[in-house]
């Protein structure tokens, strides 16, 4: 279903809705595209970039990115997810010219671009620090890029009041960066990438200087653009929260790999590996044994049905979100379309929203399980040390790869 | 300063007096000792800038006020002469230090390559080393260099303007590369980067970003540079060819043959003028932090 949306997406081409703004760019990419017969061009191809970084502890290099394949599609919002370290800072360098890779090839929309410098490149970048120029205005700020690329005057000073106008800066156009707040500068740096229309925007954690509620409404505010303008983002984070909300596909790295690439539903509820499962959202694992393609068995001796997809005899570790349990009566009648595990509970945590139960199952080798149940009117509430029934859909449990 | 001066009708409960009073000693010892250190350092100034107006020959006997010693300065071709050299030796090198300096402050800070950290501990030599060492040093290089070129080329060089400058580019270049790189160090290098991104050349992105934001550590370096280059004495004495001595060494050279009231007229001149360089540098700063 969620491939088929995609794919609907695609063909529509998210240059369809498109406000005057971009009009340039959309005619642009729309001849390029049309040159491709099936599949359209991504608007990033990197194909085992690697990039080492020299001397490491022992004058070993440190392998920053770690032989990377990835697709960027035209006009999609694309996160960069991972823990401090894994390399996302390198890809988006790598993308935007600052960096060069050791291997691999980098395109943009078809165009080998791995060596080029970043002035040569038809991308922008929204710096973390935001770096804007501070001995100049926010409107000088803003107008660079078009000043370098030698634009008639009367289209520099059309283009900057139009994103002006498009990230809610009007008025402080002759401000310095400095009599700005966080918020704003935020914005001016949007603004001073987005004028140059690029094909591509690379954004390094920019909400990241941010408190909490500007940050909240920033990520809608950057969404909003985002689908104005039908540009393709790519947006590195390490905040899983942010990369579900605002993204429409979302690649999680690690240690300098890539782990796993998909829509945010995929990632949260059919995480590939271990690393994922746990990083994204709160998760129960589970070993389990497998009996056959569809079915395997819990230490305890639950039978769960899951497509396994390993031999029988052996060992799989299953994950399932805590959310998609809920909790019964264990001397209920059993439902026998949903898979279930009979404990205790051993502890009730109540976190406002919901409720999180933590049961034990099994004797001699415990399966522990954390089951979160929405406060929501009505619901029934556990106690500490009550026999409870765990129960979900079977196609809720994800097997993981490792 | 016995414990009893205070101790009256308004002692507050919290007697803590006695903790602050010593302090007021010391506080009192400091300022006289600020007071000592700002006599031992001005009174000569004073002395200097008031017997530059008397009209005696002989420098201890005053007479009266003149303006006469003055006179004799602009009137003076050797005077002149020397403060001729001097200006155009200091235009020359901080000219050429600054740019240099700043390139070389930029490239030990902005980029990577081999044999950068030689570099780096070699460029400051000239900070450290003494001036009659940097002296020697550069005699004998210009002997030899004029040896070459007279063998090679037939060309024949000498002493004078020239040598005088190119030592004062020499030792003025490491200082205006500390300068300029403490305010490089400050400079957030995604701002080149986004300049870069922003589809700005190298050159461009120097010209527009760089050198803007570094300004004032170039100008510092600059102002350093011109103040070395007026203040040398020792490595211009030996680098100096016949009639072409600046300012400070023709004074130096005065002295020994004896002090007159001239003298002190061209002392006060240089005085005058290196107050105003340090107070340009002062402004200068100033500037560089309310913006
Ligand atoms: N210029 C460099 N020289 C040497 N090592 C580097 C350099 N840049 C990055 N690295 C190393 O490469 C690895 C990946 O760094 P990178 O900045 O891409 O991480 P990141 O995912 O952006 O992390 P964070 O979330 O902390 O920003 C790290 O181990 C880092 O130490
Ligand atoms: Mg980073």
């Given at each position: 279903?969620?491939?088929?949306?995609?794919a609907?997406?695609?063909?529509a081409?998210?240059?369809?809705?498109?406000?005057?703004?971009?009009?340039?760019?959309?005619?642009e990419v729309?001849a390029?595209?049309g040159?491709e017969?099936d599949a359209?061009?991504?608007a990033?191809?990197?194909q085992?970039?690697t990039?080492?970084?020299?001397?490491?502890?022992?004058?070993d290099?440190v392998?920053?990115?770690?032989d990377?394949?990835?697709?960027?599609r035209d006009?999609?919002?694309?996160?960069?997810?991972?823990?401090?370290?894994?390399?996302?800072?390198?890809t988006?360098?790598?993308?935007?010219g600052?960096?060069?890779?050791?291997?691999?090839?980098?395109?943009?929309?078809?165009q080998?671009?791995g060596?080029?410098?970043?002035n040569?490149?038809?991308?922008?970048?929204?710096?973390q620090?935001?770096?804007?120029?501070?001995?100049?205005?926010?409107?000088?700020n803003?107008?660079f890029?078009?000043?370098?690329?030698?634009?008639?005057?009367?289209?520099?000073?059309?283009r900057?009041?139009?994103?002006?106008?498009?990230v809610?800066?009007?008025?402080?156009?002759?401000?310095?960066?400095?009599?700005?707040s966080?918020?704003?500068q935020?914005?001016?740096a949007l603004a001073?990438?987005l004028?140059?229309?690029?094909?591509?925007?690379?954004?390094?954690?920019?909400?990241?200087?941010?408190?909490?509620?500007?940050?909240?409404?920033m990520?809608l505010?950057?969404?909003?653009?985002?689908?104005?303008?039908g540009?393709?983002f790519?947006?590195v984070?390490?905040?899983?929260?942010?990369?579900?909300t605002?993204?429409?596909?979302?690649?999680?790295?690690d240690?300098?790999?890539?782990?796993?690439?998909?829509d945010?539903?995929?990632?949260y509820?059919?995480?590939?590996t271990r690393f994922?499962?746990?990083?994204?959202?709160?998760?129960n694992?589970?070993?389990?044994?497998?009996?056959?393609?569809?079915?395997a068995?819990?230490?305890?001796?639950?039978?769960v049905?899951?497509?396994?997809?390993a031999?029988?005899?052996?060992?799989?570790?299953?994950?399932?979100?805590?959310?998609?349990?809920?909790?019964w009566?264990?001397?209920?009648?059993?439902d026998l379309?949903?898979?279930?595990?009979?404990?205790t509970?051993?502890?009730?945590?109540?976190?406002?929203?919901?409720?999180?139960?933590?049961?034990?199952a099994?004797?001699?080798?415990?399966?522990?399980?954390?089951?979160?149940q929405?406060?929501?009117?009505?619901?029934?509430?556990?106690?500490?040390g009550?026999?409870?029934?765990?129960?979900?859909?079977p196609?809720?449990?994800a097997?993981?790869?490792? | 300063?016995?414990?009893?001066?205070?101790?009256?009708a308004?002692?507050p409960?919290?007697?803590?007096?006695s903790v602050?009073r010593?302090?007021?000693?010391v506080?009192?010892?400091l300022?006289?000792?600020?007071?000592?250190?700002f006599a031992?350092?001005?009174?000569?100034?004073?002395?200097?800038?008031?017997?530059?107006?008397?009209?005696?020959?002989?420098?201890g006997?005053w007479?009266?006020?003149?303006?006469?010693?003055?006179?004799a300065?602009?009137?003076?071709?050797?005077?002149?002469?020397?403060?001729?050299?001097?200006?155009?030796?200091?235009?020359i090198?901080?000219?050429?230090?600054?740019i240099?300096?700043?390139?070389?402050?930029?490239?030990?800070?902005?980029?990577?390559?081999?044999?950068?950290?030689?570099?780096d501990?070699?460029?400051?030599?000239?900070?450290?080393?003494?001036?009659v060492?940097?002296a020697?040093?550069?005699l004998?290089?210009?002997?030899?260099?004029?040896?070459?070129?007279?063998?090679?080329?037939?060309?024949?060089?000498?002493?004078?303007?020239?040598?005088?400058?190119?030592s004062h580019?020499?030792?003025?270049?490491?200082?205006?590369?500390?300068?300029?790189?403490?305010?490089?160090?400050?400079?957030?290098?995604s701002?080149?980067?986004?300049?870069?991104?922003?589809?700005?050349s190298?050159?461009?992105?120097?010209?527009?970003?760089?050198?803007?934001?570094?300004?004032?550590g170039?100008?510092?370096?600059?102002?350093?540079?011109?103040?070395?280059?007026?203040?040398?004495?020792?490595?211009?004495?030996?680098v100096?060819?016949?009639?072409?001595?600046?300012l400070?060494?023709?004074?130096?050279?005065?002295?020994?043959?004896?002090?007159?009231?001239?003298?002190n007229?061209?002392s006060?001149?240089m005085?005058?003028?290196?107050?105003?360089?340090?107070?340009?540098?002062?402004?200068l700063?100033?500037?560089?932090?309310?913006?």
């Amino acid at each position: 279903m969620d491939d088929h949306q995609l794919a609907g997406t695609l063909d529509a081409g998210p240059l369809a809705a498109k406000t005057p703004v971009l009009d340039t760019v959309t005619t642009e990419v729309a001849a390029v595209s049309g040159i491709e017969v099936d599949a359209p061009l991504p608007a990033v191809r990197l194909q085992g970039v690697t990039k080492r970084f020299p001397g490491g502890r022992n004058h070993d290099p440190v392998v920053a990115v770690d032989d990377l394949d990835l697709d960027i599609r035209d006009g999609e919002f694309f996160s960069l997810l991972g823990p401090s370290g894994c390399g996302k800072t390198t890809t988006l360098r790598m993308i935007a010219g600052f960096e060069y890779p050791s291997a691999g090839s980098l395109q943009i929309f078809g165009q080998e671009v791995g060596l080029e410098p970043p002035n040569k490149r038809p991308v922008n970048t929204v710096f973390q620090s935001y770096a804007l120029f501070p001995h100049m205005t926010v409107a000088k700020n803003i107008a660079f890029g078009l000043e370098m690329q030698q634009l008639p005057v009367d289209e520099i000073d059309r283009r900057v009041a139009e994103v002006i106008e498009l990230v809610q800066l009007q008025g402080r156009e002759g401000r310095r960066p400095k009599q700005l707040s966080g918020g704003q500068q935020q914005r001016v740096a949007l603004a001073r990438a987005l004028v140059n229309h690029p094909k591509v925007l690379l954004l390094d954690e920019p909400l990241g200087a941010l408190d909490l509620k500007l940050r909240q409404a920033m990520q809608l505010e950057l969404k909003r653009i985002q689908e104005q303008v039908g540009i393709t983002f790519v947006y590195v984070t390490h905040d899983q929260e942010e990369a579900l909300t605002m993204s429409d596909r979302i690649a999680v790295m690690d240690g300098g790999r890539l782990l796993q690439v998909g829509d945010p539903e995929e990632i949260y509820d059919r995480p590939r590996t271990r690393f994922v499962a746990d990083f994204i959202g709160d998760t129960n694992l589970l070993i389990a044994e497998v009996l056959d393609a569809d079915t395997a068995r819990l230490y305890d001796g639950t039978v769960v049905r899951v497509p396994t997809g390993a031999p029988a005899g052996s060992t799989v570790t299953l994950a399932v979100r805590p959310e998609k349990l809920g909790l019964w009566h264990a001397d209920a009648e059993r439902d026998l379309r949903l898979d279930a595990l009979t404990g205790t509970i051993r502890r009730v945590t109540f976190l406002g929203n919901a409720i999180n139960y933590e049961v034990v199952a099994g004797e001699r080798a415990p399966v522990e399980l954390v089951v979160r149940q929405g406060n929501t009117p009505g619901i029934e509430h556990f106690a500490d040390g009550e026999r409870v029934r765990v129960r979900w859909l079977p196609g809720s449990v994800a097997v993981l790869e490792d | 300063m016995s414990l009893t001066d205070t101790s009256g009708a308004s002692r507050p409960l919290v007697a803590d007096d006695s903790v602050i009073r010593p302090k007021r000693g010391v506080e009192r010892l400091l300022a006289g000792n600020a007071w000592l250190v700002f006599a031992f350092l001005y009174l000569p100034i004073l002395l200097l800038f008031v017997l530059s107006f008397n009209d005696n020959r002989v420098v201890g006997v005053w007479t009266e006020p003149s303006l006469r010693w003055y006179r004799a300065m602009i009137t003076d071709s050797a005077v002149l002469g020397a403060l001729r050299n001097s200006i155009v030796v200091a235009f020359i090198s901080t000219v050429v230090s600054t740019i240099l300096g700043t390139a070389a402050g930029l490239s030990l800070e902005r980029f990577r390559y081999r044999g950068q950290r030689t570099y780096d501990g070699l460029l400051y030599l000239p900070v450290i080393i003494p001036d009659v060492t940097m002296a020697v040093m550069m005699l004998l290089f210009f002997v030899q260099a004029f040896d070459l070129l007279g063998a090679m080329l037939g060309v024949s060089a000498t002493f004078g303007i020239g040598t005088i400058s190119l030592s004062h580019i020499a030792f003025n270049i490491s200082f205006v590369a500390v300068v300029v790189r403490a305010r490089i160090v400050g400079l957030d290098p995604s701002l080149e980067e986004a300049a870069a991104d922003l589809y700005a050349s190298r050159w461009q992105a120097f010209r527009r970003v760089t050198l803007p934001l570094i300004a004032p550590g170039v100008a510092g370096g600059a102002l350093l540079a011109l103040t070395l280059s007026l203040d040398e004495v020792v490595i211009t004495s030996f680098v100096a060819g016949p009639g072409s001595t600046t300012l400070p060494v023709y004074v130096f050279g005065l002295v020994r043959r004896g002090v007159t009231p001239l003298i002190n007229a061209v002392s006060v001149l240089m005085l005058v003028g290196s107050m105003l360089l340090v107070l340009a540098s002062l402004l200068l700063s100033r500037q560089r932090n309310t913006t």
